[in-house]
T-cell receptor, first 113, second 123 residues
Framework: AQSVTQLGSHVSVSEGALVLLRCNYS??????LFWYVQYPNQGLQLLLK??????LVKGINGFEAEFKKSETSFHLTKPSAHMSDAAEYFC???????????FGSGTQLTVLP | DTGVSQDPRHKITKRGQNVTFRCDPI?????LYWYRQTLGQGPEFLTY????????KSRLLSDRFSAERPKGSFSTLEIQRTEQGDSAMYLC?????????????????????FGPGTRLTVL
């Protein structure tokens, strides 16, 4: 069975500061990994994904994440936070053999002026 | 707009009533998923269709829940005899077949596109 742990349900950063949202996963088979963003009263939008190949993945809006198999982690980073980044972020795992996504419980990002 | 659409966006009902939600996936997507998201939690998988076939159901999908996708296009999720614990956001997602089953671009492989959700409140 697979699971996702997001450390920190709430993260606050100042505008222009580094954003780091943590995600650890467990999976019995090589996983596909995803980060989604959700704005209030909206559905989820894919930020980036790791399937195979390069372990450093770049996504939209300046976000990137690095797949570290030895640490079973897929942390999301952005060098400089913008006010528009304030939202809830979900890490998700999809073992290669499965179809559905298993999500973490989410991290609410607040960007302070 | 060619994204995933869901109707209604909001539904308020009384305990014991039946409700039905609709999801229209992206037109060329043959896979359709239903998830439930409660407050402060990530989405949880409910069920998955490939074309009209319901291939997988979560144990979260009690016998009060039924989902259909009769023509392999839109899908409906019905909840009978609603309970207050059913209050949640119900999300629908769709995806293309992937490299092994069709000819979508590699950039879309495995990506599930989510609709805006239907927020259900059971009083």
């Amino acid at each position: 069975a697979q699971s996702v742990t997001q450390l920190g349900s709430h993260v606050s950063v100042s505008e222009g500061a580094l954003v780091l949202l943590r995600c650890n996963y467990s999976s019995s088979v090589p996983p596909y990994l995803f980060w989604y963003v959700q704005y209030p009263n909206q559905g989820l939008q894919l930020l980036l994904k790791y399937t195979t190949g390069a372990t450093l993945v770049k996504g939209i809006n300046g976000f990137e994440a690095e797949f570290k198999k030895s640490e079973t982690s897929f942390h999301l980073t952005k060098p400089s936070a913008h006010m528009s980044d304030a939202a809830e972020y979900f890490c998700a795992v999809r073992p290669g053999s499965a179809r559905q996504l298993t999500f973490g419980s989410g991290t609410q990002l607040t960007v302070l002026p | 707009d060619t994204g995933v659409s869901q109707d209604p966006r909001h539904k308020i009902t009384k305990r014991g009533q039946n409700v039905t939600f609709r999801c229209d996936p992206i037109s060329e997507h043959n896979r359709l998923y239903w998830y439930r998201q409660t407050l402060g939690q990530g989405p949880e998988f409910l069920t998955y269709f490939q074309n009209e076939a319901q291939l997988e159901k979560s144990r979260l999908l009690s016998d009060r829940f039924s989902a259909e996708r009769p023509k392999g296009s839109f899908s409906t999720l019905e909840i009978q005899r609603t309970e207050q614990g059913d209050s949640a956001m119900y999300l629908c997602a769709s995806s293309s077949p992937g490299a092994s089953g069709g000819s979508p671009s590699l950039s879309s492989y495995n990506e599930q596109f989510f609709g805006p959700g239907t927020r259900l409140t059971v009083l």
